[in-house]
């Protein structure tokens, strides 16, 4: 499955990317190269030759299975999967049976890794001879669609920006929205093809790659503009694909999640065991690369975006050439926007809501990294004292019938207090509509008194749950301990920062409250700061980093600040 040494090393545009990966840095390119959607198309070929029809078992839950059903869903086979050591209590996947230990007439295995015994049944892997053969041809036939539809797209008139990522990224569908409306055309290359649904519908197309497959195609492409995610422990991908970018393209990088700030160098010594529980026993030296990365980001990369407030410029040395760095927030998206009276009777008692992904804690989220995301205290202080408060999960993270094995400690808190909801959240097209009959949106965690793990992170960071709220038309109330958010809202007056001892005083502080005022504030902050008025912004950063380094020092688009 692998492409030679040699049209790789062909295709490489910018060598001082790859010495910013070290010497493995074609281990990380393989890493991110497995092409989920040519392997499923494999597989089932090879499985339509040896068995025409019967009854199939695929053996595993990954993004390979999802594709798999959906195929198998109109070819002429009953299906089972096996989760194997999924400990999921779902009893569905993709429309299919969940059934442990079951064994059909052909099984699928889904994992490289999976020697587990099928007695009485065809097996087909991703490591088969005849699966690996079929896999070059069906991969083959995917660049040359890949690059069909992005050829397709870069040949029209419209200026085309393409958005690239891995995992979640809710501010990229506010931007592509509002880019459109400009008369850009917008494509999302995702390698996850679970995030498809994600992305639907806010881009002129959304194609499920991989990485080397995009690389490839970018040897030959022309002036492209790519806006590229960064995250923890993925700041390789943006620097890979450098690596690969013609000199006449241009990629703008969107920090998002740092290394740097996230698990800090001068905390390692104490973070490292947990960190390996996590991430691996190779941790340390993939914590080097990432930081090594950030900092080729921030020296190399035509541009970059931050989610935050302006000291995460200053703090990553980016203050040598300011003119290519942007803050540029997950500003609120007309579309998203839920009609609200400010006028509306405030009840006696608010009821608050908290939208946003919870990390779970357990042996692979060890509470010495996770601790400071976790919102137990804080829930049992807010409805200790009365108050209803629901929160939606992220409804990426998983089935909410495992909701009971992970989050049992919110389920627990749910049933001592019935004032308490611990629910699976929305999608960004929906969940606005679901919390506007709220009162208040909450952006509050338990924050220990000395933050070991991401105290950088939690200070400069500006939450897209953040501008949800404003979509929704809540006012926020924010922890003092997100300094930059907490900034915010209080400068924009759609919100209130409070600290712990005031959060222990709910009633009183929230008596005291000028409600009129502030949802008017919110109102007024989302018509100022809403993604259509914002994004000439992104417009003329795009422009502007299209220059020549040495030309694009003035005319720098305007900052908000923080």
Known sequence: MNVSDAVIESAIARPTALAALGSNWRALLDAESFNHEACAHALLDVLQRHLPNGVVTIRGISPLTALLCEQLAALPYRVAIDPLDNPTRRRQFCGMPLQRGS????????????????????????????????????????????????NALLAGDAPVVIFVAKLAYYNQLRMSASLRRQGFRTVAITFNPDLREHKSGYFD???????????????????????????????????????????????????????????PPDALPQLLPHMRQTWGDDVAALQQ????????????????????????????????????????????????????????????????????????????????????AQLLDTVETIVGQGFALDVYNNPLKMAEEDYVDVYADHLALAE??????????????????????????????DYADTLLVGAEHFKTLIPSKLFMYLEAGLPVLVSHRAEATAEFVERHGC????????????PNVLQGLDWLALRKGVLAARERLSMDSQVQRLIGFYRLCGQPHKQATTDLPHQLSC
Not at 225 to 243: E, K, M, N, S
Request: with cysteine.
């Open 289 to 372: 690369v990432q930081m090594a990365c950030e900092q080729y980001l921030v020296h190399h990369a035509d541009g970059i975006v931050y989610q935050g407030c302006r000291r995460i410029m200053d703090l990553l040395g980016g203050t040598g050439r300011p003119s290519r760095w942007l803050q540029f927030l997950c500003y609120p998206l007309p579309e998203f926007y839920v009609a609200t009276d400010p006028e509306r009777p405030v009840p006696q008692r608010p009821r608050l809501v908290f939208a946003g992904g919870i990390p779970p804690v357990n042996a692979k989220h060890p509470a010495a990294l996770f601790s400071d």
């Open 103 to 150: 064994v059909g007439e052909a099984a699928l295995k889904v994992f490289a890794k999976d020697d587990g015994e099928v007695a009485g049944a065809c097996v087909f892997g991703i490591a088969s001879a005849d699966v690996q053969q079929a896999y070059a041809l069906a991969l083959a036939r995917h660049r040359r669609e890949l690059a069909e539809r992005l």
């Open 495 to 506: 919100g209130l920062a409070i600290s712990a001892e005031q959060l222990r005083d709910l």
């Open 205 to 263: 197309d959304v194609l499920a790659t991989d990485l080397l497959s995009f690389s490839l195609w970018l040897q030959g492409a022309r002036g492209v503009v790519l806006h590229t995610q960064g995250w923890l422990f993925r700041y390789h991908i943006p620097v890979l694909i450098d690596a690969f970018l013609p000199d006449d393209g241009q990629q703008i990088v969107e920090l998002m999640d740092l290394n740097s700030f996230f698990l």
């Open 416 to 445: 001592r207090y019935p004032n308490y909801r611990f629910l699976k959240g929305e999608l960004p097209g929906r969940i606005a509509q679901i919390i506007s009959d709220y009162d208040l949106g909450l952006i509050v965690y």
